[in-house]
């Protein structure tokens, strides 16, 4: 079972969560202004008929719920079982909050 992230790389994980975050927010700006904005690289294409500004709240939502989880001292523990998340994922995807079985165990039971 993978060991969640030490002090030091959840502190890098938190940068890269507050840049996406930034980013969001910019978009969802733009948009809430009458802009026109691409958010079909975010999330992996949404949910159908989802537009983007709900897109891009689903978004956020799931950064913040990341940070609050590095405040509250449960960041990088799977949601469904508690196992350690794997840095090398997390440093790809920070926003991840379950490992990979649960994760399979919940596409399989809806």
């Known amino acids: 079972m993978p060991e969640p992230p030490t002090p030091v790389e959840i502190q890098r994980l938190k940068k890269q969560l507050l840049k996406k975050g930034a980013e969001i927010n910019s978009k969802l700006t733009a948009l809430l202004n009458g802009q026109q904005v691409n958010v079909e690289g975010l999330l992996g294409g949404g949910k159908p008929g989802q537009t983007p500004i709900e897109r891009l709240r689903r978004f956020m939502a799931i950064v913040d719920a990341s940070l609050?989880?590095?405040r509250a001292g449960t960041?990088?523990?799977?949601v469904g079982?508690?196992?350690?998340l794997p840095y090398v994922e997390l440093e790809q995807v920070p926003w991840i909050d379950?490992?990979?079985t649960c994760a399979a165990a919940a596409t399989t039971t809806t």
């Open 68 to 70: 609050r989880a590095i």
């Open 75 to 78: 960041y990088g523990r799977c």
């Open 81 to 84: 079982c508690g196992a350690g």
């Open 98 to 100: 379950t490992c990979p």
